[in-house]
């Protein structure tokens, strides 16, 4: 496979839990959500879709670039994707915990995990390709803006 077919297929399948992970969200969104109190600073739910468009998007290409060098750095690259594998389950887990179950502590609980492991995938990406690296950091920084939104909309709603 060259380098664009392995980006594309990354960003396929990044795209595909997004949307699956969706569809917990979707019915959540107009008869659960609207019910809790939300913090100042909570975005219109109309952000929510391109922001997490944008960043499955990345994280694909980000997985791709790293994939790339499965030939000269095996173990590696190996390692690196099996914490991208890792928080990407975790990323689509949050969204069963939080709009599945209307649980936002054990929601808040795992995205503190799920950050740890975006980190560590970062750290990983970063030392096989810098860009591929780089292009986690906006995931990075939106999911501490998420665990500070599940944090507070639990701590109004407890």
Known sequence: MNKITRILAVVV???AI????GIVTRSAITTWYPTLVKPSFNPPNWVFAPV???LYVMMGVAAGLVWDRIESEKEVV????VFFAIQLALNALWSYLFFGLHNPMLAGLE???L???IFETYVQFAKINKIAGYLL???LAWVSFAAVLNGSIWWLNR
């Open 18 to 21: 997004g949307y699956f992970s």
């Open 115 to 117: 950050w740890l492991m």
């Open 137 to 139: 950091l906006p995931y």
């Open 13 to 15: 399948t990044c795209l």
């Open 111 to 113: 995205i503190i995990v």
């Open 52 to 54: 997490w468009s944008m």
């Open 78 to 81: 190996k390692k690196a994707l």
